[in-house]
């Protein structure tokens, strides 16, 4: 089984929420990941921030979708650790 533990989003996000709000609620959607935000650039209306996630399995889809709720998009995935996570044979119970 093929796991995410660690993704680097290159993002588009709007001044609101700004980065301790958005970091954490991305940080809700997954349960034990860790989030760190560094804003890459600001202009007028936006902000480009690398958001760098690690975690046990990372629900990418989530994360994605959480960013997309906050009005933000994520432009490339620009960094990615996957773990191939070998599975306990099953018993066959006799």
Known sequence: MVRVKRVV????????PNGLQFASLIAERD??????LRVVEIDE?????ELAIEGEDIDLE???DGISGMGASVH???EVEVVNVPQAPRSTGL
């Open 31 to 36: 349960s034990g990941c860790r989030v760190t």
């Open 76 to 78: 490339s995935i620009d």
């Open 62 to 64: 989530a994360v994605i």
């Open 9 to 16: 989003l290159d993002v588009l996000k709007p001044h609101s």
């Open 45 to 49: 209306k936006t902000e480009t921030v």
